[in-house]
């Protein structure tokens, strides 16, 4: 069963827009991932970001995490038509040693 | 920068066939494994891999075997390749722990067994 499970699967805005994902998860967990994949290649890593963090910032990339409500979001800011892409969130559990990956997101960025 | 390679982009075997799928990464990296993503599924982990000659089994290992002689190769096999396995196979590696850092992705192999 999949342990985190993105929300919505897709999304369409105008390019200058900001995009937000939404990431929930089970069990608890030491870090979370968020990765992108553009159409029919492999997955890039964006940011981790570990239990004891509650937010996270890379160039126009914002992530946040809270641990009560089990969830994550992605949320870029002024987005571009490159953007366009699927984003998975990718969780570890706390005991265990592996990534577990959501169904992801489709974000589709209109120019 | 770490590169991931594929030996190939797009794939089409027949029922039965056995099938290999190889990965090479160049960065020295313990960890190494094996997905495949299908839509609506997001990404399951078949195998993975901790060091040479060691193995662990994933979410979905029933169909697939994975060999790994050497640290910068890991092989997927299709012991004898089913319809259901027509899917995009990606392939992984990682320095560390895999909950604790960035794995690196392959561009992956599509798949199409007829």
């Known amino acids: 069963s999949q342990q985190g499970e993105e929300d919505p699967q897709a999304l369409s805005i105008q390019e200058g827009e900001n995009a937000t994902m939404n990431c929930s998860y089970k069990?608890?967990?030491?870090?979370l991932q968020w990765y992108r994949q553009n159409s029919g290649r492999g997955l890039v890593h964006l940011i981790l970001?570990?239990?004891?963090?509650r937010e996270k910032h890379s160039g126009r990339l914002r992530v946040t995490l809270d641990t009560s409500k089990k969830s994550s979001s992605l949320l870029i800011t002024a987005s571009r038509a490159a953007d366009t892409a699927s984003y998975f969130c990718a969780t570890d559990m706390e005991y265990g040693n592996k990534l577990v990956f959501g169904a992801g997101t489709i974000l589709r960025v209109k120019s | 920068d770490v590169k991931v390679t594929q030996s190939s982009r797009y794939l089409v075997k027949r029922t039965g066939e056995k099938v290999f799928l190889e990965c090479v990464q160049d960065?020295?990296?313990?960890?190494m494994f094996w997905y495949r993503q299908d839509p609506g599924l997001g990404l399951r982990l078949i195998y993975f891999?901790?060091?040479?000659?060691?193995?662990e089994k994933g979410d979905i290992p029933e169909g697939y075997s994975v060999s790994r002689e050497k640290k910068e190769r890991f092989s997927l096999i299709l012991e004898s390749a089913s319809t259901n396995q027509t899917s995009m196979y990606l392939c992984?590696?990682?320095?560390?722990?895999?909950?604790?850092?960035?794995?690196?992705f392959g561009p992956g192999t599509r798949l199409t067994v007829l």
């Open positions: 069990t608890s967990i030491n870090n």
């Open positions: 960065m020295d990296h313990e960890n």
């Open positions: 891999s901790y060091d040479v000659k060691m193995k």
């Open positions: 992984a590696s990682s320095l560390s722990r895999p909950g604790t850092d960035t794995q690196y």
């Open positions: 970001i570990r239990s004891n963090e």
